[in-house]
Nanobody, 122 residues
Framework: QVQLVESGGGLVQAGGSLRLSCAAS????????IGWFRQAPGKEREGVSC????????NYADSVKGRFTISRDNAKNTVYLQMNSLKPEDTAVYYC???????????????WGQGTQVTVSS
């Protein structure tokens, strides 16, 4: 069974940091580009960052450039999103997804996790 499980969300003050993890089971993550997406209440889902299958290339939304870093450890079948200098506007449910185009980093990915809540207080 193909499964993606996010973890690492929580409540943090503005300026703080969190590291999200996306662990895959039932398939080998190495073959797929992975994306992190988020959806805030009342807003559309947006692409945050996507990484190529090799991990050598990544794409970031303008709103997170310089603050977030995506990485992957294929040996652990896990992708990470390091989030620094968090802002209240980063508050959202964060989802990881596999099997899409890392360059576009749009919502057209084949497999999705259930999401983890990130709340940034001012």
């Amino acid at each position: 069974q193909v499964q993606l499980v996010e973890s690492g969300g929580g409540l943090v003050q503005a300026g703080g940091s969190l590291r999200l993890s996306c662990a895959a089971s039932g398939f080998i993550l190495d073959y797929y580009a992975i994306g992190w997406f988020r959806q805030a209440p009342g807003k559309e889902r947006e692409g945050v960052s996507c990484i190529s299958s090799s991990g050598k290339s990544a794409n970031y939304a303008d709103s997170v450039k310089g603050r977030f870093t995506i990485s992957r450890d294929n040996a652990k079948n896990t992708v990470y999103l390091q989030m620094n200098s968090l802002k209240p506007e980063d508050t959202a449910v964060y989802y990881c997804a596999a099997d899409g185009d890392w360059r576009l980093c749009d919502g057209d990915f084949g497999s999705w996790g259930q999401g983890t809540q990130v709340t940034v207080s001012s």
